[in-house]
């Protein structure tokens, strides 16, 4: 069994910063696709960050520039570096692993709040 244990978010002003944390544990694997989410009040989940097969990384334009996705397979944990921020970036965010066995998990979600 897969879980993920999201942190690190919070309120903070807008121009702020804040580093989201999703760590991984059970049977996991260091190629795993990894991926960030969110979801705002009465919007869609949305993608907005995420690993392609080759590695390298991928952005939603809206935090492109902004947000960096990144990882450490020796602690299990995926990051979102999230910098100028801004109320619309105000959602839940969820991580999220496909493993290379197939399985689909999510995070339970962590809340960031943006304050203009």
């Known amino acids: 069994q897969v879980q993920l244990v999201e942190s690190g978010g919070g309120l903070v002003q807008a121009g702020g910063s804040l580093r989201l944390s999703c760590a991984a544990s059970g049977r996991i694997f260091s190629r795993d696709a990894l991926a960030w989410y969110r979801q705002a009040p009465g919007k869609q989940r949305q993608l907005v960050a995420w690993?392609?097969?080759?590695?390298?990384?991928n952005y939603a334009d809206s935090v492109k520039g902004r947000f960096t996705i990144s990882s450490d397979n020796a602690k299990n944990t995926a990051y979102l570096q999230m910098n100028s921020l801004k109320p619309e970036d105000t959602a839940v965010y969820y991580c999220n692993r496909h493993t290379l066995l197939g399985v689909v998990v999510w995070g339970q979600g962590t809340q960031v709040t943006v304050s203009s």
């Open positions: 690993f392609t097969s080759s590695g390298s990384t």
